[in-house]
């Protein structure tokens, strides 16, 4: 089974340009995230997808960032435009459906899967 | 608000000897934590996560992390490091009912041969 893939893997553009970062998700996995790490600092999420809506997009540091979703599958972030400060790489996470435990009712988080991050360098 | 603190950024360890990174947990309800692994140019990977089954947890390639609630600690060992477990390491923590992960600022873990 394939995992979760980003693209491109580096971009390095100048200030004021536009970059588009796409993942791809784990086939079947409604749930899909986004993540930044800036240099030096932890990872930090960004924003949540259940299928094509967006569940959670706390995370989103500005209006230059745009996410979509459209039919539910890949998923892009575009920084329109782009700023020193966005430097950093962007994981990309999927995972399935809340699980629910047969013995006791409760559930149980899901595994976040992660690509292997998209490196973007903003000069 | 929840968060997570790592001691040390860089942690360097012998082949063979114990492997200990430590990771402190801010939360008012008990939480789902998580140790992930980086590997050099790869993404992160899920070592073990708690969930309150058990407080003492195994995960792959021979890690476990007990969880000790009066401590607020979920500290990560491993009894005999390898050179293949250069790597950084990141602690984690998800809210109650909630999906999205809070991460430590990892730890970047150094084996000396």
């Known amino acids: 089974e394939a995992g979760v893939t980003q693209f491109p893997s580096h971009s390095v553009i100048e200030k004021g340009q536009t970059v588009t970062l796409r993942c791809d998700p784990i086939?079947?996995?409604?749930?899909l995230y986004w993540y930044r790490r800036v240099m030096g600092k932890e990872i930090k999420f960004l924003l949540h997808?259940?299928?094509?809506?967006?569940?959670?997009e706390s995370g989103m540091p500005n209006n230059r960032f745009l996410a979509e979703r459209t039919g539910g599958t890949y998923s892009t972030l575009k920084v329109q435009p782009a700023e020193l400060e966005d430097s950093g790489v962007y994981f990309c996470?999927?995972?399935?459906?809340?699980?629910?435990?047969?013995?006791?009712?409760?559930?149980?988080?899901?595994?976040?899967?992660f690509g292997p991050g998209t490196r973007l360098t903003v000069t | 608000a929840q968060s997570v603190t790592q001691l040390g950024s860089h942690v360097s360890v012998s082949e063979g000897a114990l492997v200990l990174l430590r990771c402190n947990y801010s939360s008012s309800v008990p939480p789902y934590l998580f140790w992930y692994v980086q590997y050099p140019n790869q993404g992160l990977q899920l070592l073990l996560k708690?969930?309150?089954?058990?407080?003492l947890v195994k995960g792959i390639n021979g890690f476990e992390a007990e969880f000790k609630k009066s401590e607020t600690s979920f500290h990560l060992t491993k009894p005999s490091a390898h050179m293949s477990d250069a790597a950084e390491y990141f602690c984690a923590v998800s809210p109650n009912r909630d999906d999205k992960i809070i991460f430590g600022k990892g730890t970047r873990l150094h084996i000396l041969p």
């Open positions: 708690y969930t309150s089954a058990a407080t």
């Open positions: 997808f259940v299928k094509e809506s967006k569940q959670d």
């Open positions: 996470a999927s995972s399935q459906e809340l699980v629910t435990g047969s013995t006791d009712g409760s559930s149980r988080p899901y595994e976040q899967y």
């Open positions: 086939s079947g996995h409604d749930n």
